[in-house]
């Protein structure tokens, strides 16, 4: 499967986006599908997953209750839909795909987007 990751840009602090993750190639309802993002200078963090079952997701800490991922299989698309941003929100922002369920690590991805940025500033 090929991934398109889009909608990221420039916003005020406070803000919302909404970034979507589309498949070019190929189906996404048989993968989970993961958003990291990565700052300057910073590991890769995972923000939520959504499981090919539509499991309820979790989210990381520090973005929870201000993003929502969301799946439309007939879409063939995943969103963040990101709100309340912060100028720490700032990085690029990636989807990723693994067959069925969701993992913890980068590394159990088997399929990337090519990432968009997000910067979050007045």
């Known amino acids: 499967v090929q991934l398109q990751a889009s909608g990221g840009g420039l916003v005020q602090p406070g803000g919302s986006l909404r970034l979507s993750c589309a498949a070019s190639?190929?189906?996404?309802?048989?993968?989970?599908i993961h958003w990291f993002r990565q700052a300057p200078g910073k590991e890769r963090e995972g923000l939520s997953c959504?499981?090919?079952?539509?499991?309820?997701?979790d989210y990381l800490d520090s973005v929870k209750g201000r993003f929502t991922i969301s799946r439309d299989n007939a879409k063939n698309t995943v969103y963040l839909q990101m709100d309340s941003l912060k100028p720490e929100d700032t990085a690029v922002y990636y989807c990723?795909?693994?067959?069925?369920?969701?993992?913890?690590?980068?590394?159990?991805?088997?399929?990337w987007g090519q990432g968009t940025q997000v910067t979050v500033s007045s």
């Open positions: 990723a795909a693994r067959y069925l369920f969701c993992g913890v690590r980068p590394k159990a991805y088997d399929y």
């Open positions: 959504v499981s090919s079952k539509d499991d309820v997701p």
């Open positions: 190639e190929g189906t996404l309802d048989t993968y989970a």
